[in-house]
């Protein structure tokens, strides 16, 4: 892509910002002069992969300095260029992007037995800035279309860390196109001979889908102009390979149970059009019980809008329909990148049209809490199984009585939506009402769900919680409020009988502050062999006997037993 290219791309996105051309032009020559004798594994020049980088980032509409800094991303590490030197031709804010990118180049994730660290570090940069990760995922995204280059064994382990960690983070940003496409590049190294079965298996299917789409198109066509509405598009897109394999397994990898492999897409102006278009579809044929799903009074947690159908179409087929604006396309597809679009219109009549409410919000809750778990886990291991689980898995979102959405993974119960509340309201919880109705706390909550959480003043957590619940950050908050709980001071009473001698009491006095264990009372007889009485703060049975045990290898010490009280 030629310099010219690429600033008109920008200008399209940002008609008033000729310094941003500006910028974009002088780091185009200069990562252009930098990565001159350099070449990649094909064969073609570096540089091609930089503004490659670049051109993505333009077409998620980000920018100025996000562009630059991609076609720079590579000159410190690659390069040789000191961080001075960028610093000073082109700012500090992307030499910080920069870096934060050559941080994240460095890591390499293998599986979760291996290098968590690495993966830890990554999840803080993005908590930091989360453009540094949209370069990262642009760079990712032309090395996995140019993977074929590399050795076998180097495809399979770069095709992994993109399935299990770059695919999922793009879902959770929204940027549902991203990371289908990543999973797809993938997948032919992960799965090979489940790659070669579908292409073998599915293409007539595909093809005969498709040819049957053509011919319920006209039928919307001729239907919305009789209700006078203007569509923007009619289109119609294929289940991503490996999206549909996931539910093949499910399936028993029978295709005619899926009523997605090609859907409808309808993108029309207004928010009241696409329920009106809803309306009209439901008029023409009749809806498939159950799979009515409306993401635009409920957006999905990561921002997705969308109305959902499933109608017994031509021939009478079931079909899938997805009816959306074309903000929220725009939205659905680039996910928070878009936001950082609308958010440079601030105040214009295009922001005020285009950006949900969802958007606004996504990238501020993805961050906090990002930063919340840096503190709440603090080893790698935990911090990646918490990770899996509470980020990466599939989502649900339930609400509270007063409609705030709460975004938990698939399998949740009650007790982590407390938890995810408020810590004390988990704690405290007694039981709960879903949609109004009673239900046990180990209940698996559903998208949609309405959750009342039912508390009692001094309650504490039960022991049993962590047999059903499901995030790393309830069960977390559950152990450290039954270790509290078990910490509840007890007094024990040893009564030692023992040989009087010089230092005894010191003795026995120094057993209990070795252990960090408070002495209450002492008190001794003034006999031969005196009976010593101690009180103190023991928390559990277990540790008084281990004290006691302790106590009786003292010298002198005859006999010994002890009480709780």
Sequence with gaps: MSVSELTTLHTLNFPADPAGVELIGSAYAFAEKAHADQKRASGEKYFIHL??????????????????????????????????????LFGPEILFLIEGVTKLSKLRYRGQERSLESLRKMMLAVSKDLRIIFIKLADRLHNMRTLGHLPAAKRKGVSLETAEVYAPLAVRLGMQSLAGELEDLAFPYLHPDAYKWMQKNL?????????YLTRVIPVLEKAFAEHHISAIRIDHRAKRMASLYKKLLRYDMDIDRVYDLVAVRIIVDKVEECYLVLGILHQLWKPLP????????????????SLHTTVFCVDNRPTEFQIRTLSMHEYNENGTAAHWFYQSQKGTKAYRHNISASAKTQETNIISQLKEWQNQFPGSQEFVEALKVDIFSDRIFVLTPKGEVIDLPAGSTPVDFAYRVHSEVGNTCVGAKVNNKIVTLDYVLQSGDMVEILTQKNKKPSETWMQFIKTRYAAKKIKSALVKKMAIPKKTEYRITCLDRVGLIKDISLVFSRNKISIKSVQSSDDRFPVVKVVADIPTKEKAEDILIKLRKIEGVKEISYALT
């Design 51 to 88: 503004t490659e980088t670049a051109r993505q980032l333009a077409l998620w509409k980000l920018d100025a300095q996000t562009i630059a800094a991609g076609l720079l991303h590579d000159t410190i590490e690659d390069c040789g260029v000191s961080p001075d030197e960028i610093s000073k």
């Design 203 to 211: 293409k007539e299917t595909y093809t005969e889908r498709n040819a």
């Design 290 to 305: 159950g799979r009515i799903k409306d993401y635009i009074a409920l957006p999905k947690p990561n921002g997705y809008q």
